[in-house]
């Protein structure tokens, strides 16, 4: 073609034709002979324009459309309508098959039909991610549908139930008929709906885009049932179109948990049974042998006696008291263990307390081992019973000396502690402030069983003699008792470190008040004052008695606190009330005190107490001129304590 040659329409309309590569464009005549071909077709269907040209139109059809008629019915509608338009498997000439979409046009010249233009287009690809789509469609409506272990449904945007599947109905008990249109706050318990919890729920995944919860649910026939629930909003151009939700049966699995915990605490309770027997095995086995030197002391005393023997019995009284003393000990702490030990608080300054201790701490572990103080400066102040206290803190420094046989290092820290809801929940403790004290060791460490058993009572890797395992479980008593807690972090050959955690106290400390009160000589005073001892044990009313006879003063006794304050009544000139805590009759040894200030309101008090009144002390802190002795005392040590007493002003 001459460049510059107008074309005629037909010529464009060839070229046009011949150019189209997508497109199969080819003339059949009347019958449905090939009349003409273009690239297009070629590519399509793979035969030459030689090969075709002459070949009936049949041959694009499949085996079974030919049977059937197919390609005749074709040209037939399309003359008969003017058009023929179909989708269908056609054929290729190497026999493959390709989804056609098929166009047929009659083509007439002065109303006689001359033949038919036929364009068809590959829809193979096109068919077949309809196919899929549908397929997908169809499973996913199948599968929800299918799908019994979740309940799966929407919602309207008000709440109401628009779906159905079969979980819903086997969790639920409503059929699709039954529920579609009812409001989905009749699946809540009705203490649930009363407040307003269906609401809520959709009110989050409205605002959130989600809800989830685990809670009970209700289902048709009244039962409940444990339900994991989520809630999604379904949005469409930003509007909200309802919502859609998936609800799971837990049941099951929230019973088998329940008892699983169960048996864990029936565990839990088995090993506290075991420590339990530990316990009272090594305490039977303690007391035992001092009651065997006790009672073996007093048997010879007796015998000796016996015999009119008067000399050289000093040696089986006093194995006797050493004996009781030692007895005396193990009580005392078994009582701290348990958190029942008369505590003294006072608000003390952490730092003072520790610095305080180096001369004892260094003499005790001895020269082998380097020691090192690291004091906050800026230390809150906290409140416990310094003398427990220092006692614990020196018991942690033994240990850290029996654990470095060959030397080591030493380090006492103290910190200041804030502790979040988080870390003091794992720590069985109340979030807050606290001072920590911490004993470091660079030592032989504990293995993680001993680690795990440090703190049971009678627990001890230190051979017999030299450990009673009551250290630590005492350290332990105290901290919880004043409002703390212990930790230790061990690691086999590097070390341990204890730390001791007590409550920040908001306030002063008075100077002078950290100091543990060591034992004072006692100064007599003179005597000839009138002493109230109230107890209901016969021994200690006879023993009190003679030891403020023993001080030149006169004792008066009572049973109970009844008549102990019908004595106060009838003599003013009484000094001093000693009294026990636990009285029978009704009212106890404080409230006898306090009864006795409204009559002397000048009168002093000295409390004689075993560890269960303990409480009824330390509720409160002790009104000035009243004074508390821990049972059991020596006759000594209640002697300067009345001494101490009534020297007071
Ligand atoms: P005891 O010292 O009488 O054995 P404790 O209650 O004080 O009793 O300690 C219990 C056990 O914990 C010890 O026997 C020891 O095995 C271990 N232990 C305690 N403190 C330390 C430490 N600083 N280093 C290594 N082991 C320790
Ligand atoms: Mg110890």
């Given at each position: 073609m001459t460049p510059g040659t107008p074309l005629s329409a037909a010529n464009t309309y060839e070229l046009l034709v011949q150019a189209v590569v997508d497109y199969a464009i080819f003339m059949l005549d009347p019958e449905g002979y090939v009349m003409s071909w273009n690239p297009g077709a070629r590519r399509l269907k793979g035969y030459t324009t030689e090969e075709i040209?002459?070949?009936?139109?049949?041959?694009?059809?499949t085996a079974e459309d030919k049977a059937a008629g197919l390609p005749r019915r074709a040209l037939e509608t399309a003359a008969r309508e003017g058009r023929f338009a179909a989708e269908g498997w056609r054929c290729r000439k190497d026999g493959s098959h390709f989804w056609a979409m098929v166009v047929i046009d009659p083509i007439l010249q002065d109303g006689r039909l001359i033949g038919f233009a036929k364009i068809t287009r590959d829809m193979t690809a096109q068919h077949q991610a309809q196919l899929a789509a549908l397929e997908s469609e169809r499973s996913f409506r199948l599968l929800v549908q299918g799908v019994t272990d979740y309940a799966i449904y929407m919602l309207s945007p008000?709440?109401?139930?628009t779906s159905w599947n079969a979980g819903a109905e086997r969790i639920k008990g409503y059929s699709a008929a039954e529920i579609?249109?009812?409001?989905?706050?009749?699946?809540?318990m009705p203490e649930d709906v009363s407040a307003g919890m269906p609401w809520r729920a959709l009110d989050i995944a409205r605002r959130e885009g989600r809800y989830e919860a685990e809670a009970w649910r209700r289902r048709k026939d009244g039962t409940r049932f444990w339900a994991s629930v989520v809630i999604d909003a379904i949005r469409e151009n930003g509007k909200l179109i309802g919502f859609a939700k998936i609800t799971r049966d837990l049941t099951e699995r929230r019973e088998t948990q329940l008892q699983l915990e169960q048996s864990r605490e029936q565990l839990f309770q088995a090993q506290k049974m075991e420590s339990l027997g530990q316990l009272t095995g090594g305490l039977a086995h303690d007391f035992n042998n001092l009651l065997t030197g006790i009672m073996g002391s007093l048997e010879l005393l007796q015998t000796q006696v016996a015999r009119g023997q008067t000399q050289n019995l000093e040696r089986f009284i006093s194995s006797a008291q050493g004996a009781a003393s030692r007895a005396a000990a193990l009580t005392h702490r078994l009582l701290a263990f348990a958190r029942r030990q008369t505590l003294d608080p006072k608000p003390i300054d952490p730092n003072r307390l520790v610095a305080g201790m180096e001369d004892l701490v260094r003499h005790t572990v001895g020269p082998a081992i380097e020691l090192r103080f690291e004091l906050a400066p800026d230390l809150w102040p906290t409140r416990c019973d310094p003398n427990q206290l220092e006692n614990a803190l020196l018991n942690l420094c033994i240990n850290a000396r029996d654990a470095m046989p060959d030397g080591g290092r030493l380090t006492l820290r103290t910190a200041t502690t804030i502790l979040d809801a988080q870390p003091a929940r794992e720590c069985d403790m109340q979030p807050g402030e606290y001072v920590a004290i911490r004993v470091a060791d660079t030592g032989t460490g504990m293995s993680p069983e001993t680690l795990q058993r440090a703190f049971d009572p009678f627990f001890t890797t230190k051979p017999l003699g030299q450990g009673t395992g009551l250290g630590l479980s005492m350290i332990y008593g105290f901290a919880r008792q004043s409002g703390g807690q212990v930790r230790i972090a061990s690691e086999r050959g590097v070390g341990t470190e204890v730390c001791i955690y007590l409550p920040r106290h908001r306030g002063q400390v008075e100077e002078g008040e950290t100091e543990p009160r060591r034992p004072k000589a006692p100064s007599w005073t003179e005597g000839g004052k009138r002493v109230l001892v109230v107890d209901d044990e016969p021994t200690v009313r006879m023993l009190a008695s003679e030891v403020l006879k023993e001080l030149g003063h006169a004792a008066v006794e009572a049973t109970n606190a009844a008549s102990g304050l019908q004595m106060l009544q009838s003599d003013p000139g009484i000094d001093l009330l000693v009294t026990?805590?636990?009285?029978?009759?009704?009212?106890?040894g404080r409230q006898l005190a306090d009864a006795a200030r409204q009559i002397h309101p000048e009168l002093r008090v000295l409390f004689i107490t075993g560890y269960a009144e303990n409480a009824t002390l330390s509720k409160g802190t002790l009104e000035p001129g009243m004074h508390v002795l821990v049972k059991p005392f020596t006759m000594e040590a209640l002697a300067e304590r009345i001494v101490d007493i009534l020297s007071e002003h």
């Amino acid at each position: 073609m001459t460049p510059g040659t107008p074309l005629s329409a037909a010529n464009t309309y060839e070229l046009l034709v011949q150019a189209v590569v997508d497109y199969a464009i080819f003339m059949l005549d009347p019958e449905g002979y090939v009349m003409s071909w273009n690239p297009g077709a070629r590519r399509l269907k793979g035969y030459t324009t030689e090969e075709i040209i002459g070949a009936h139109f049949s041959r694009f059809y499949t085996a079974e459309d030919k049977a059937a008629g197919l390609p005749r019915r074709a040209l037939e509608t399309a003359a008969r309508e003017g058009r023929f338009a179909a989708e269908g498997w056609r054929c290729r000439k190497d026999g493959s098959h390709f989804w056609a979409m098929v166009v047929i046009d009659p083509i007439l010249q002065d109303g006689r039909l001359i033949g038919f233009a036929k364009i068809t287009r590959d829809m193979t690809a096109q068919h077949q991610a309809q196919l899929a789509a549908l397929e997908s469609e169809r499973s996913f409506r199948l599968l929800v549908q299918g799908v019994t272990d979740y309940a799966i449904y929407m919602l309207s945007p008000e709440g109401c139930v628009t779906s159905w599947n079969a979980g819903a109905e086997r969790i639920k008990g409503y059929s699709a008929a039954e529920i579609i249109g009812r409001h989905f706050s009749r699946f809540y318990m009705p203490e649930d709906v009363s407040a307003g919890m269906p609401w809520r729920a959709l009110d989050i995944a409205r605002r959130e885009g989600r809800y989830e919860a685990e809670a009970w649910r209700r289902r048709k026939d009244g039962t409940r049932f444990w339900a994991s629930v989520v809630i999604d909003a379904i949005r469409e151009n930003g509007k909200l179109i309802g919502f859609a939700k998936i609800t799971r049966d837990l049941t099951e699995r929230r019973e088998t948990q329940l008892q699983l915990e169960q048996s864990r605490e029936q565990l839990f309770q088995a090993q506290k049974m075991e420590s339990l027997g530990q316990l009272t095995g090594g305490l039977a086995h303690d007391f035992n042998n001092l009651l065997t030197g006790i009672m073996g002391s007093l048997e010879l005393l007796q015998t000796q006696v016996a015999r009119g023997q008067t000399q050289n019995l000093e040696r089986f009284i006093s194995s006797a008291q050493g004996a009781a003393s030692r007895a005396a000990a193990l009580t005392h702490r078994l009582l701290a263990f348990a958190r029942r030990q008369t505590l003294d608080p006072k608000p003390i300054d952490p730092n003072r307390l520790v610095a305080g201790m180096e001369d004892l701490v260094r003499h005790t572990v001895g020269p082998a081992i380097e020691l090192r103080f690291e004091l906050a400066p800026d230390l809150w102040p906290t409140r416990c019973d310094p003398n427990q206290l220092e006692n614990a803190l020196l018991n942690l420094c033994i240990n850290a000396r029996d654990a470095m046989p060959d030397g080591g290092r030493l380090t006492l820290r103290t910190a200041t502690t804030i502790l979040d809801a988080q870390p003091a929940r794992e720590c069985d403790m109340q979030p807050g402030e606290y001072v920590a004290i911490r004993v470091a060791d660079t030592g032989t460490g504990m293995s993680p069983e001993t680690l795990q058993r440090a703190f049971d009572p009678f627990f001890t890797t230190k051979p017999l003699g030299q450990g009673t395992g009551l250290g630590l479980s005492m350290i332990y008593g105290f901290a919880r008792q004043s409002g703390g807690q212990v930790r230790i972090a061990s690691e086999r050959g590097v070390g341990t470190e204890v730390c001791i955690y007590l409550p920040r106290h908001r306030g002063q400390v008075e100077e002078g008040e950290t100091e543990p009160r060591r034992p004072k000589a006692p100064s007599w005073t003179e005597g000839g004052k009138r002493v109230l001892v109230v107890d209901d044990e016969p021994t200690v009313r006879m023993l009190a008695s003679e030891v403020l006879k023993e001080l030149g003063h006169a004792a008066v006794e009572a049973t109970n606190a009844a008549s102990g304050l019908q004595m106060l009544q009838s003599d003013p000139g009484i000094d001093l009330l000693v009294t026990d805590v636990g009285l029978p009759g009704g009212m106890n040894g404080r409230q006898l005190a306090d009864a006795a200030r409204q009559i002397h309101p000048e009168l002093r008090v000295l409390f004689i107490t075993g560890y269960a009144e303990n409480a009824t002390l330390s509720k409160g802190t002790l009104e000035p001129g009243m004074h508390v002795l821990v049972k059991p005392f020596t006759m000594e040590a209640l002697a300067e304590r009345i001494v101490d007493i009534l020297s007071e002003h």
